[in-house]
């Protein structure tokens, strides 16, 4: 199991400050519009926002809880949004706090006739509970994907399984030529029988999909060896490499494919 991230607070805020400049270069903000704000919850965690702080931010028309757009699409008029907090908690020794967790939530947005497609990426970190250290979820991988399933997407009745969605698994069908062994004639397409299955969106939204893991190298046993896709960061540096660069490499798969 790794040791959890602990650092004094002073230095935690004062590299906070440095990675929403990095933010704001790699957008191109001269300003310097992007901020952390800094809020108390009540589970004793203190968490870091970043925030807009343009003079227009009432007018920005961003979906609720997003800080700023990140990507448009070529293809349509879809937006790709992004917001970032980061979770630490108090820890043993004077001015001490521990990592919990490193957010960045994702909104594609702009299409009327289609519902917001909302993801996260999130590194949840070793942390301390109760005197013990461990990752939240049970074997979840950490760091790790997740989609956010809106209400639009799901009725009611298939929530409740009254009417399951019907999903074609199989690829189109494959046109073959069939003149050179029957004798001549045109090739036909060989339509296979749709294979069909039922599902629900109702909990897709709980699924962690990992976004580090070992596997090639280690084989895990779901939940009890978990170890393979299970990492905390070293050090504060490591979160910083890692926001910045999914938010370069989102940024342009987005651009690149819609």
């Not at 040791?3 to 001269?30: C, H």
């Not at 461990?134 to 997407?153: I, K």
């Not at 004639?185 to 939204?205: D, M, N, Y």
């Not at 999909?209 to 896709?229: F, K, Q, S, V, Y």
Request: proline content about 6%; some cysteine.
């Amino acid at each position: 199991m790794s040791r959890p991230l602990v650092r004094a607070q002073q230095i935690v805020e004062s590299r906070l400050r440095g990675l929403g400049q990095k933010i704001n270069d790699v957008l191109a903000f001269r300003d310097q519009r992007l901020r952390f704000d800094k809020r108390a919850m009540r589970s004793g965690t203190t968490t870091w926002v970043l925030r807009n702080h343009a003079e227009d931010e009432a007018a920005l028309n961003m979906p609720l809880g997003y800080v700023a757009e990140l990507g448009a699409a070529r293809s349509d008029d879809s937006i790709l949004y992004f917001g970032y907090n980061e979770e630490w908690q108090p820890a043993r020794g004077r001015d001490q706090i521990e990592f919990v967790a490193s957010n960045l939530r994702f909104v594609i947005s702009g299409v009327e006739e289609m519902p917001d497609l909302r993801f996260r990426l999130e590194w949840a970190g070793a942390k301390t509970e109760g005197g013990a250290v461990g990752y939240p979820g049970v074997g979840a991988a950490h760091p790790h994907w997740q989609f956010d399933v809106d209400d639009g997407w799901v009725d009611t009745r298939i929530a409740h399984g009254d009417e399951p969605i019907v999903i074609n698994l199989e690829p189109p069908p494959e046109r073959i030529d069939l003149g050179d062994m029957d004798g001549g004639g045109e090739g036909e397409a060989l339509a296979l029988p749709p294979r069909r299955v039922s599902a629900t969106l109702a909990g897709f939204h709980h699924l962690h999909l990992p976004a580090r893991t070992m596997w090639h190298e280690l084989m895990c046993d779901m939940p009890g060896i978990a170890t393979p896709h299970q990492h905390t960061p070293a050090c504060e540096d490591e979160i910083d490499r890692w926001v910045i660069s999914a938010l370069r490499y989102i940024k342009s798969e987005f651009e690149a494919y819609l």
